[in-house]
């Protein structure tokens, strides 16, 4: 039983206010052209097919096309909500869809969607398991005790009562324990949303979403895998490399797990030296990136700032997306130059400190006062115009 297993399209997404759409269709186009040369039993999307709750217009577009394409192969698609996700906007008319091979779960109400494959070795049974909450577990299951996300995904887990005797597959949409994470993730500070690895011991195969960077989440076990997202969407997956995961299932036990690249529209670049030095022709002819079609974060080393920097690149670096400078003036501070927090300073001490940091001179008289003015109306909690 061969699965393609993909997660966390976030269609409709904006990084650094650069829409994704038109690289999202590119790449999904690319993911319904594979399935031709794959052709798996099922297509697995493992949540966060939308970006916000209320998609865009376009968004759904993309998201439609990619369906009907895939519904044309005659190519099962097995759907689930993630946290990124409104799931009864998700799933809205997926009756209706049913009969096109094309199962969206609904949200969760206490009742695991289960769709069973057959193959020669047997029925696969496929549980389908929206992002969910403790508060969500809790309102169908009152007298549980469930204090964390982990107990809330046991108790899901629970009602679906595995035939571990069987092979089966979960497709779910958490935030596993010991999963590496990057800057385009919305995650629960202080990790109170982790799931243990453990509650999945039933399972033959765990198809996650939530985590953008491809992993298995225990070394050498290929049993628990994140696909990570289709596109980089943050510069700090720049060096990863894309793709979507093929599971195949044989009898009971045997899993085998290998990667398909993919090869986006446009590439996330991060370039770093001296102004003059990076607009030199000699420096970005011949490269593997393409100043006219990749997407850049660039950082300038020069000992001061440029003037108009962003706009003066972006004559050589069409779509440069983020501009950063490392020198004396950020050397040590980050983007607070050198600012050093204590409990015991006052907000107007801290601010006149990263003022001075960011501009090299002290706050006028007139500046302080404001400054004092409107510190003092924010802590009392009244706007400045009351």
Not at 173 to 201: M, P, W, Y
Not at 273 to 289: C, L
Not at 312 to 323: A, E, G, Q, T
Not at 334 to 360: N, R
């Amino acid at each position: 039983m061969k699965f393609m297993h993909l997660a966390d399209l976030h269609l409709g997404k904006r990084v650094h206010e650069q829409s994704m759409t038109d690289d999202q269709r590119y790449i999904l186009d690319e993911i319904c052209a594979l399935t031709e040369k794959e052709a798996p039993d099922a297509v697995i999307i493992a949540g966060d097919v939308y970006d916000k709750g209320i998609p865009s217009t376009e968004a759904m577009e993309i998201f439609d096309d990619f369906l009907v394409g895939l519904s044309k192969k005659k190519i099962s698609v097995m759907v689930i909500a993630g946290n990124h996700d409104s799931a009864e906007r998700l799933s809205f008319g997926s009756r209706l869809i049913e009969a096109s091979g094309i199962h969206i779960c609904p949200a969760y109400d206490g009742k695991t969607v289960r769709y069973t494959l057959e193959d020669e070795n047997g029925p696969v049974n496929v549980y389908l398991l929206p992002f969910i909450k403790p508060s969500n577990v809790r309102a169908v299951h009152p007298d549980a005790e469930i204090n964390s996300y982990t107990d809330a995904v046991k108790v899901a887990v629970s009602d679906m009562n595995v035939n571990a005797a069987e092979r089966n597959v979960l497709v779910a949409h958490q935030f596993v324990t010991g999963a590496k994470t990057c800057d385009s993730e919305e995650l629960t500070i202080g990790g109170l949303d982790n799931v243990d690895a453990g509650v999945f011991d039933d399972f033959d195969y765990v198809a996650l979403g939530h985590i953008h960077s491809p992993q298995f989440i225990e070394s050498g076990n290929k049993r628990i895998r994140y696909c990570g997202t289709p596109l980089k969407y943050s510069f700090s997956e720049a060096r990863q490399h894309k793709s979507v995961t093929i599971a195949e299932l044989g009898k009971k036990g045997e899993l085998d797990v290998r990667l398909v690249p993919l090869t986006p529209k446009r590439d996330m670049v991060e370039i770093k030296g001296k102004y003059e030095e990076i607009t030199a022709r000699s420096y970005y002819i011949d490269r593997e990136f393409d100043p006219e079609r990749d997407y850049f974060r660039i950082t300038l080393t020069d000992d001061t700032d440029v003037l108009n920097g962003m706009e003066r690149l972006r004559v050589f670096y069409k779509n440069l997306l983020r501009l950063d400078y490392e020198n004396e003036r950020t050397a040590g501070g980050g983007e607070t130059g050198g600012l050093t927090v204590e409990k015991t300073k006052s907000p107007l001490e801290l601010f006149a400190e990263f003022f001075a940091g960011q501009y090299g001179a002290e706050m006028t008289n007139e500046q302080a006062e404001y400054m004092r003015s409107l510190i003092s109306n924010i802590w009392e909690g009244k706007d400045e115009t009351d």
